[in-house]
Every structure is written in structure tokens, then in C-alpha cells.
């Protein structure tokens, strides 16, 4: 079981760019996602989508996302 909680998109969004994520560029719903020394990220959710505690530990994973930051 994940040690993460459910999460609304617009949230986690919020906690990448707190965390120092920009918004590199968008195409539709696709946004991408960079920071310094990390590859880029592809945020492909939409606002109001609840993202579930398995993908939001596989976001955390790719993005450096700590629970403290949600």
C-alpha cells in the first residue's frame, strides 16, 4: 500500500511549481514540466481529475515531490 493520499490535479500542479517545476510549454491538456537537473516532465491531467495515492508515488518518483510539499 502507497504512502501517499489521493489528490486533486490542481493541487499537485501547485506543490511541482512550489517545489521550483515551470511550465516549459503546453499542448492541449499536456503541460511539460522542467527544473535544473531533472528531465522534463509531461503533466497530462486534468484540474479536477483526482490522481490516486499509486500514480501520485510514481509522479513523486519522477518530479522529486516529497509528502511535505503536498
Known sequence: MSQWP???ARLLLAALLRIGWTLKRQSGSHKTLARGGWPDYV???HDGEEIGSRM???VAKHTGLRREDL
Open 56 to 58: 501520485l508515488a510514481r
Open 6 to 8: 489521493s489528490i486533486r
Open 43 to 45: 503533466f497530462a491531467f
